[in-house]
């Protein structure tokens, strides 16, 4: 199973939201310089994960975005869940197993391992919060390079 791209940057945004957001809103071009994915993609994303009430926008003068919640309150299967289409295992389970999307779900013999997978793919991925993403990636020490890049374009 792959997660799209739409997935795995929405969580990247938002873990580099908090790394540059400590002095308030973070810009999207500041999230795109230190991510490099592309600003359109992430004004897609952004506007996604504001209809879905993880990410306030603030305009004006020193806008930007931040947390529409707490750290600790946002979970990566919403996030995933808000920007993705589907997350399942295999296409006969996408829409889950009552919708009889496949022809052979009457006689299917694996489609409850898939099914199964699936659930906890979900349950672990809501199991893991931004702010334990955040965390890891200060203890890692990733931050540093990122921030003082962000710093360096600054001065320039």
């Not at 003068?61 to 399942?88: N, R």
């Amino acid at each position: 199973m792959r997660l799209t791209t739409r997935g795995q940057y929405a969580v990247r945004a938002l873990v580099m939201l908090m790394l540059l957001g400590d002095d308030g809103p973070v810009t999207l071009k500041e999230i795109s310089n230190a991510e490099d994915i592309s600003l359109n993609y992430l004004e897609q994303l952004f506007s996604k994960m504001r209809k879905g009430n993880i990410v306030n926008s603030i305009k004006g003068p020193g806008g930007g975005y931040v947390l529409a919640k707490d750290a600790k309150d946002i979970m990566v299967g919403e996030i995933i869940e808000v920007v993705e289409e589907t997350i399942s295992p295999v296409a006969c389970v996408d829409e889950g197993m009552e919708t009889k999307s496949c022809a052979r779900s009457e006689k299917c013999t694996t489609q409850w391992l898939w099914a199964e997978l699936g659930l906890k793919i979900k349950e672990y991925l809501n199991s893991v919060t931004i702010y334990d993403l955040y965390q890891k990636a200060r203890e890692s020490g990733v931050t540093g390079d990122v921030l003082n890049e962000q710093e360096d374009l600054l001065r320039l």
